[in-house]
């Protein structure tokens, strides 16, 4: 199935650094939601953005929606050991009803 | 209501058997997703109820697959005739809404076929 190009698939970083992810596609999406998800559970939704350009910010995180509508990134700044894990960008579409197109995921590791 | 809840955790299958999976949504969610994750990917959607009527599914959603939401509540997965290539992690989510800010996932479905 369709899926979102999310970069980088990786980061190793140190506690207190800023990271950055992006996601791009190829077509238009009206929504844009970013996902962390833990080892053996569910991704837990923790940004959602509704409009083009739109800058949102939730605690240490912060992500836009594209001007294009076609791209997201996300931004964690003083990076904490608990923000280890895998995170999902997701776009939905007017015309796909309640169906979300999901990324592939950023492994994110900190060093303490 | 703690969430969104999904049973079995995990289920150890061999290749050829059938297998059922059980989500219960949040109770006041009308609508309830069915999503499949493999290794090292995102979620794939493979359907989709509005209460009790299924109203999207995926071409992923193969013949040998069935999602039921018989009074618009909780809802079974059916895998029939299971193959390796159906281990995955199966997710259920629920909302209210139809925008992803009210998706609600739960902690999933283990499966492994051998």
């Known amino acids: 199935g369709q899926q979102l190009n999310q970069s980088p698939q990786s980061m190793f970083i140190q506690e207190g650094e800023d990271v950055s992810m992006n996601c791009t596609s190829s077509s238009i999406f009206n929504t844009w939601l970013w996902y962390k998800q833990d080892p053996g559970e569910g991704p837990v939704l923790l940004i959602a953005?509704?409009?083009?350009?739109e800058l949102t910010s939730n605690g240490r995180l912060t992500a836009q929606f594209g001007i294009t509508r076609k791209d997201s990134f996300l931004n964690i700044s003083a990076s904490i050991p608990s923000d280890v894990g895998i995170y999902f960008c997701?776009?939905?579409?007017?015309?796909?009803?309640?169906?979300?197109?999901f990324g592939e995921g950023t492994q994110l590791t900190v060093n303490p | 209501d703690t969430g969104v809840s999904q049973n079995p955790r995990h289920k150890i299958t061999k290749r050829g058997q059938n297998v059922t999976f059980r989500c219960d949504p949040i109770s006041e969610h009308n609508r309830l997703y069915w999503y499949r994750q493999t290794l090292g990917q995102g979620p794939e959607f493979l359907t989709y109820?509005?209460?009790?009527?299924?109203?999207?599914k995926s071409r992923l959603l193969s013949d040998r697959f069935s999602a039921e939401r018989p009074k618009g509540s909780f809802s079974t997965l059916e895998i029939q005739r299971t193959e390796q290539g159906d281990s995955a992690m199966y997710l259920c989510?629920?909302?209210?809404?139809?925008?992803?800010?009210?998706?609600?996932f739960g902690s999933g479905t283990r499966l492994t076929v051998v």
């Open positions: 109820f509005q209460n009790e009527a299924q109203l999207e």
């Open positions: 997701a776009g939905q579409k007017e015309t796909s009803g309640s169906r979300l197109t």
């Open positions: 989510a629920s909302s209210v809404y139809t925008t992803g800010h009210g998706y609600t």
């Open positions: 953005l509704y409009k083009a350009g």
